[in-house]
């Protein structure tokens, strides 16, 4: 498994009351931001049992997913939900994705 995973595990920390405060707005936006957050971290640790096209396949969901949820904080705080992510969420969040753009191209 790829040792980006705890990182990944920190941000979902990181990440909950915020995801809490956006439901108090707008529900489904909240439970797609939770199914990204979910799905890196999943993905990543199911790649790690694969090899090949496959593990690629799990890095490439969860890069997609990583992106998806920053992009969910980042729509969030235009409708004024949220304040914007903190730039100490941003440059995990740039971590985990630049570590999975990686690994998914082996």
Known sequence: ??????TILELIRDV????TAIGRHDA???RQLR????????????????RGARRNSHYSIALGSAREALSALRTAAAWGYVAEPSADIVDR???VTATLYVNARR
Request: charged share 20%; proline share 6%.
């Open 1 to 6: 498994m790829l040792r980006i995973h705890e």
């Open 16 to 19: 909950a009351p915020i995801a």
């Open 28 to 30: 489904d936006l909240a």
């Open 35 to 50: 199914r990204a957050m979910s799905s890196v971290p999943l993905n990543v640790s199911e790649g790690g049992a694969q």
């Open 93 to 95: 969040f740039d971590k």
